[in-house]
């Protein structure tokens, strides 16, 4: 399996980037899709997922109401729609597959390779 991340950039606070996730490899449809961040300085830190058996979505509380996991099961591709972008979500963004969503690392199978997002005030 493998997962490429893409559409990390610059963008001023208050604006909007969407970043992808392309799997191959493997079956997309049976993997849960999870989205992590590592910010400056600070340990990787899981943002969002979404379930392969229903669809289900996950955040964590900050931001909740402004970024929106999605997947397309026809296209082998997951989507995290960022708005409302603060500086505080300046990271390195990772997708990940595995069997469930949960919030520790070592629990998904596979890893992207990481997609920068800077947000500047």
């Known amino acids: 399996v493998q997962l490429v991340e893409s559409g990390g950039g610059s963008v001023q606070a208050g604006g909007s980037l969407q970043l992808s996730c392309a799997f191959s490899?493997?079956?997309?449809?049976?993997?849960?899709v999870g989205w992590f961040r590592r910010p400056p300085g600070k340990e990787r830190e899981f943002v969002s997922g979404?379930?392969?058996?229903?669809?289900?979505?996950h955040y964590i509380a900050s931001v909740r109401d402004r970024f929106t996991i999605s997947r397309d099961n026809n296209k082998n591709m997951a989507y995290l729609q960022m708005n409302n972008l603060r500086p505080e979500d300046t990271a390195v963004y990772y997708c990940?597959?595995?069997?469930?969503?949960?919030?520790?690392?070592?629990?998904?199978?596979?890893w992207g390779q990481g997609t920068q997002v800077t947000v500047s005030s």
């Open positions: 490899g493997g079956t997309f449809s049976s993997y849960s």
């Open positions: 990940a597959a595995g069997p469930v969503i949960v919030t520790t690392e070592r629990h998904w199978n596979f």
């Open positions: 979404i379930s392969w058996r229903d669809g289900g979505t």
